[in-house]
């Protein structure tokens, strides 16, 4: 078993679970103007090329996990026109941001929202035929298991396409990420979301979860096969792609 570092947002004696919840419940109102300009808008382009992995494959039904305010889910059901795509979260402050993007795109009857915990999905083994996450992995109180989680509710044969924020591993990046994400990102986040930990949080939660190779052990752990990985944007984002 993944034994990983615990980092959690707020209390150390409260689930990391409810403290995610909590932190995305209070800065869901600010959430997508943050993300798209602490990241100068290169997140869009991440998520286009995770849904374009799966292109070739054509899934009916797809799961995206810690759907946020519904970006991702937005973006797959547009390109890989799915007769279904569900996009769960433990946040309902993000995901009735989500609800309304959708309506405004005319998808509410392909996109449909779930509030589940990914450690222990509601939905039957072998549901969907590829499974999703953009930017949320890292938040899972156990990542062996939401990621065992996600391989049950694949098909066999299905495919996982994930996309997460990483640290760079070689000069000059390394150093000019590290200052970035240690000065201008928690300071910068605090003044939009009014949050005082959330974007401090993001940094070391980036900065202790298991990335490239170490990433493939764990997926192939929790049951998934061929799997491989490819840095983005030298090594700011990781994506990861994988076969029940």
Known sequence: MYKQEEIKPYSENEGKGKQVELMFDQIAHSYDKLNHRLSWNIDKGWRRKAIKMLEPYHPSTILDIATGTGDFAILAAQMLKPSQLIGTDISEGMMNIGREKVKNFKLDSIISFAKEDCMKLSFDDNSFDAVTAAFGIRNFEKLDQGLSEMCRVLKKGGHLSIVELTTPVSFPMKQLFKIYSHTFLPIYG?????????????????????????????????????????????GICTMYFATK
């Not at 192939?220 to 061929?226: P, Q, R």
Request: without cysteine; hydrophobic residues 40%.
């Open 190 to 234: 605090r003044l939009i979301s009014k949050d005082n930990s959330a974007y401090s949080y993001l940094t070391a939660s980036i900065e202790a979860f298991p990335q490239g190779e170490r990433m493939m052990e764990i997926l192939k752990k929790a049951g998934f096969s061929e799997t491989s990985f490819k840095r983005l944007t030298f």
